[in-house]
């Protein structure tokens, strides 16, 4: 394919419009390469699971963002396969009719199509896929607060917590396997941990107090959390298991919301210590926390990018919106009305929420779709890798 040098550059005309306290000169400029769109075509997928498959494969190229999905006649890739009795045989062909991509994968027709498409983005733009990942998040579905999971399109919402008392703050691990939430089975704050395969759960950090507000190390083996037990919340790391709790900060200020950097080496938070929350940066294993510039007041909600480049996090401006600042610049831009933002492998899209849906934005693009709505006010959403 031939590289188009061209910027086009598309300004979200309006944002003013549904960003609660933004106004419209400061609406942000995303700047896309159309050379990073890769056209391709998706041929009729044979068998009889073929049209479940294609249908599926169809959303998470769409989603991805990379793609311009058309005719074969000027596709640079074409996509085929053949899929029936749990089994999908996917192929991807070059404009001069070599093979880029041939794999055989086994399960239902949603998981083989999501597992395709994953290794369809990574063999065409060298980038992680998203589309095997897992979501959790809050619902009150149920009339009170519970902790949900997903596909990261919104399919197969399964309730997993139906304690009847308030769970929020869910975290999954990277690899999808356990999560982290917060609970209030005995009265009090508490963090427990749910194996996902098994559905054991064990509760890890019931200190008196609150315990509260997980996050899983990049590796799963610790995990950050808020621990109240010498007075005002402060930030702590404790093992996956809830052993060994180091306290990390030393302040009067109330420390939340931690997000590990993709090296495991630092940790960014939310602190109010000097009046309304702002965000900090400290290591792992303490240390002297350290501001991370992002030119706005009231910041909350930190999500560190798995590229490391980039935070995002939730900032209230009259409302609260979603926002993203490069670690490199140290310029932050408002994206979208939201709060809650949680990034996906790629570092390009991030989940987040409205209150009465989910959404996924792509952040290269702008292109915000709802991915999960109807269950009453869904908050918290997690990501997994």
């Not at 009729?44 to 005719?71: C, H, K, R």
Request: glycine share 14%; proline share 5%; charged share 15%.
């Amino acid at each position: 394919m031939k590289s188009l040098p061209t910027l086009v550059v598309l300004t979200l005309l309006g944002l003013g419009a549904f960003l609660p306290g933004t106004r419209a000169q400061d609406a942000p400029t995303i700047t896309i390469r159309k050379s990073d769109a890769i056209n391709v075509s998706l041929a009729g997928l044979g068998g009889a699971e073929g049209g479940t498959v294609g249908s599926v494969l169809q959303n998470d190229l769409t989603l991805a963002g990379a793609f311009v999905l058309g005719p074969a006649a000027t596709a640079s890739y074409v996509i085929s396969g053949t899929a029936s009795g749990g089994s999908l045989q996917g192929q991807v062909k070059d404009r001069s009719g070599g093979t880029v991509l041939a794999k055989t994968y086994s399960g239902a027709p949603r998981a083989v199509a999501h597992q395709f498409a994953d290794d369809i983005v990574e063999t065409l733009t060298g980038r992680p896929g998203i589309a095997t990942s897992k979501i959790a998040f809050v619902s009150t579905r149920s009339g009170r607060k519970e902790i949900y999971t997903a596909d990261y399109d919104g399919a197969n919402v399964r309730q997993l917590t139906n304690d009847g008392v308030i769970s929020v703050a869910p975290a999954i691990s990277a690899d999808g396997s356990k999560l982290a939430y917060t609970g209030y089975q005995s009265g009090y704050a508490d963090i427990y941990l749910i194996d996902l395969a098994s559905g054991a759960r064990s509760r890890i950090v019931k200190f008196p107090g609150t315990n509260s507000g997980a996050a899983f190390s990049p590796d799963g083996g610790r995990i950050a959390c808020s621990i109240s037990k010498d007075g005002n919340p402060e930030l702590y790391v404790v093992g996956a298991n809830g052993s060994g709790a180091r306290r990390l900060t030393r302040t009067r200020g109330v420390e939340s919301s931690p997000s590990w950097s993709p090296d495991g080496g630092e940790i960014v938070f939310s602190s109010d210590e000097n009046g309304s929350p702002r965000l900090f940066r400290i290591g792992s294993g303490g240390g002297t926390p350290q501001p991370v510039s992002t030119g706005m007041g009231f910041c909350t909600e930190p999500s560190w990018s798995p590229d490391g480049r980039k935070i995002a996090f939730t900032v209230r401006q009259g409302g609260f919106s979603i926002a993203v600042t490069d670690l490199g610049s140290g310029t932050a831009r408002v994206l979208a009305a939201g709060e809650d933002p949680a990034w996906g492998a790629n570092s390009r899209h991030l989940i987040y929420s409205t209150g009465s849906a989910l959404m996924l934005l792509d952040t290269q693009n702008g292109r915000s779709v709802p991915i999960v709505s109807g269950l009453g006010k869904v908050t918290e959403p997690s990501w997994s890798r």
